[in-house]
């Protein structure tokens, strides 16, 4: 079985680079980058590997949603100079990269998805939860940071609410670190509370009348921006991508 170890860059990277913030110190962050991957081809043991790197345009996601990651801190302009050299480092350790047009999340889990439905193997390396939402048995989660396994069963637990209502969840209740809104009012204990009973999104907005008036009017005043949530949260899994798998095999 091809076992497909698909690194979230940026994810990686910045949080290494976060540990040891010293700007001009390239050769410190290439070590403790190549360090890390050659420790997950060691622990994996994958068959390929690639890097996953976000890119420069507009995502359709801030084209829907201008506040879409509103705030969030840019990269630091040193780190993100140093790129094109630690791409070419880690190219010469057989981790090559794939660049995404703007973000990589949709290129990741398109990868995962055709990897694991043609009976191959993804592990993401992330601490990005939202990869929790590809269920599919044969793609897993790598936290590197705490070196443990995110799993689909942890966030159900998390949330109190079933893995395929998750998307639905977060249309609900928003998402604060990616400034994506949910329905104003309704939190994560209200959105758990309402999927319980009534299982699905389209289900409480066929249900308002059996809904207490204060929060069903907070459900109707928010329907738009729950149906735009639920767009934001979700992954694309079948964009093209101008990759071979092949490209990615490791050497035996």
Known sequence: MNTFLIIDGLNLVRRIHAAQPNENDI??????VGS???KLLKH???THVAVV?????LSWRKSLYDDYKKGRKPMPEALAATLPALKNYLSELN????NAESEADDVIATLATKLAQNQGKAI???????FTQLTHPNIERWDHFNQDYITVKQREEKLGVERSQFIDYLALAGDSGNKIPGVPGIGPKSATELLKIFRSLTNIYGSIDK??????????DGKQMARMSYKLVQLQTDIPLNANLSQFRLPH
Do not use: F, M, Y
């Open 53 to 57: 790197w976000d890119g420069d345009a």
């Open 211 to 220: 809904i207490g008036a204060k929060q069903a009017k907070k459900l109707e």
């Open 44 to 46: 994996h043991q994958p």
């Open 27 to 32: 050769n410190g962050l290439d070590t403790r």
């Open 95 to 98: 981790v090559n990269s794939i």
């Open 36 to 38: 890390a991957c050659k």
């Open 124 to 130: 993401i390396v992330s601490t990005d939860k939202g």
